[in-house]
């Protein structure tokens, strides 16, 4: 069981241009949600996905960011022209049941330059 | 809005001490409080309370929940340097599938 599989570990981006980060869930996981970290601050909630449907998006702001997590494949958190604010700790974690059992990812950190 | 409030946010200690940590919540429609330590990557879950009064323990940690005065505490006991981490408080409210975070409480256990 490889747990929660989240890619790249780092990315590093320029203003302005697009960050994609990946998570594929535990097996037998349906459910998704995203997580950002900020330095100092504690976990906030992005959007919460089922396949091929977003269920939750009232943390996700309102412009650039997206998220999907197709039939086939992993789930993507995409963030257009990136600011430097944008900078942050990525988490993703899945659960079998939308409620409770969530695991965690290691994370991706988005370092805007 | 929902809120947790973790307290104190950061703590030293030497190695065997006893600490306790405080989480406070104001959610509507509770459903869990989860407990998790995250080291520098995932945080790993440690315990979910749902019922008042009922201590959860898994070695030298403990946990337990008071549901009308709508708080939690973590306690470890004789603390080890590998206990050292940011501890995060998390709240479940029913009718919505996402967890409301504390700041967390980084503990420093000194050798």
């Known amino acids: 069981n490889a747990g929660v599989m989240q890619n790249p570990r780092h990315l590093v981006r320029r203003r302005g241009q697009e960050a994609r980060l990946r998570c594929s869930p535990m097996k037998g996981h349906s459910h998704v949600y995203w997580y950002r970290q900020l330095p100092e601050e504690g976990l906030k909630f992005m959007v919460y996905?089922?396949?091929?449907?977003?269920?939750?998006e009232s943390g996700m702001p309102k412009e650039r960011f997206s998220a999907e997590f197709p039939k086939e494949g992993p789930s993507i958190l995409r963030i257009q022209q990136v600011v430097r604010g944008d900078s942050a700790a990525y988490f993703c974690?899945?659960?079998?049941?939308?409620?409770?059992?969530?695991?965690f990812g290691s994370g991706t950190r988005l370092t805007v330059v | 809005e929902d809120k947790v409030v973790q307290s104190p946010l950061s703590l030293v200690v030497h190695e065997g001490d006893t600490v306790t940590l405080n989480c406070s919540y104001e959610?509507?429609?509770?459903?869990?409080l989860l407990w998790y330590k995250q080291e520098k990557k995932a945080p790993t879950f440690l315990f979910m309370l749902t019922s008042s009064g009922i201590e959860k323990k898994s070695g030298r940690l403990s946990s337990i929940l008071d549901k009308k005065e709508l708080f939690s505490i973590l306690n470890i006991t004789a603390t080890q340097t590998g206990d050292s981490a940011v501890y995060l408080c998390a709240v479940e409210a029913g009718g919505s599938e996402k967890l409301v975070f504390g700041k967390g409480t980084k503990l420093t256990v000194n050798p």
């Open positions: 974690a899945s659960s079998p049941t939308g409620s409770g059992g969530y695991t």
């Open positions: 996905l089922q396949k091929e449907n977003i269920i939750d």
């Open positions: 959610v509507t429609n509770f459903r869990s």
